[in-house]
């Protein structure tokens, strides 16, 4: 492949920027932008590996695919002023579209036009034993451990490779635990205030593998691994919390240190079930929804944490209330005996015949009269949002968009609304 050098026109936001002041307008640059393919190394993948400069320490996210919708991501969350990004598993003589977005510390944001590069006949990243590694971040730091997750399009085994030196003929290693497609990895027993440089390696049963490009981080200068596990902020707190619904409660509560934490509930009125969710990363903001909850039935529940130096902590009993069954576009409460449709209300089919086509009407307008196929195909969860859940056809069009997220089928927007995916792609 030839190497592509690309003339950046940086896009940066100017919302009322005359009333800034001349020092707070300072630009992030997005220079020396690099196109090229890695060849591969011992232990380490080829691909086609962007890397570029930017004018102050940021984190770098760059999509990419094969139109301007993009479809893929990779990146660092690293503040750095020099990115590497290794992209692998792509096609062969074909035209890929990318732009990178950066980040400073203080949250300033500033990203690329589209544009693109052309892979050769044959490109490193084509076989089938490269496995695509995407979204890979750096989530907590300590002085003897850092946190890393990463996502991939398969179910796979993999590791951190870690050292000292950016030697990795005989790295040490850090497992990762997997949900799904989704893994997490704990580096610890490290040096406190060390630099150390690592990468993901990925592989699946039959001995392919996969590897992102080479990272460094740094150790902090403290080492926290004595200080006591601290369960705080837990809501909700009283009956007055918008977080609760008459079928669903957001529990929330926060770890001074990064900790897995499950939460046990149960009624206090008998024969009414209760149950429990587990955790599978490592955070200090936790959230939890309960959901299949009896209306207007009174709850308990408790939170057992695990920090990553492996210490425990269960918080006290905590209570709520669910509120009563709520009324909701026209329809009424269940009689007795009568079946229940979605969220918990009874069905109303004059109700849901209006929403239903002014929600139509509306997606029309949005899309010129070509609303996306995924649209049609998942109507009815669509419909039964819109017109029993209480979502707002900015919540509908966005999980339109994104293939659900923002809307959910059981949970209604009362709830809803506070849980990460809502507030994750609500305004992308």
Known sequence: MKLYKFSIIVLTLAVAAAALPQAALAQVIIDRVTVKEKAPEQDTLGGTQISFYTNSPTTA???????????????SSALAMYHEILLVGLKGNTTYHYRITVRTAQGEETYTLDYTFKTGKTTSGSTSSQLAISDVRVTHVGGTYFIVTWLTYAELTGEVHFNTVENFVKPSKAKATRNGTRYEAVVAKLKLNTKYYWRVFVKDKDGNTGSSSVQTITTST??????????????PSSQADLRLTDTTALVRWRTNLPARADVSFKSTVRGVKGGSMKATVYVT???????????NTPYTFTIAALDVYGKKVTSGQFGFTTKALPRVAGATACPRGAA?????????????????????????????????????????????????????????????????????????????????????????
């Open 340 to 428: 229940v449709w979605a969220y918990g209300q009874c069905r109303n089919l004059t109700s849901e015949r209006t929403k239903a086509l002014e929600l139509r009407g509306n997606l029309n307008r949005l899309y010129h009269n070509r609303v996306p196929g995924s649209a049609l195909r998942n109507w009815y969860i669509l419909v039964n949002a819109y017109t029993y859940g209480g979502y707002s056809l900015e919540a509908i069009a966005a999980a339109v968009r994104h293939g659900g997220k923002t809307v959910h089928p059981t949970i209604p927007f009362s709830a809803w609304q506070n849980s990460k995916d809502y507030k994750g792609y609500i305004k992308k």
């Open 61 to 75: 996210r760059l999509d990419y695919g094969t139109t301007t919708n993009y479809g893929f991501f990779n990146g």
């Open 285 to 295: 903001d936790h959230e939890a929804i309960l959901t299949n909850l009896k209306p």
């Open 222 to 235: 403290s080492d926290n691994s004595k200080e006591p596990l601290v369960v705080s902020e837990v809501s």
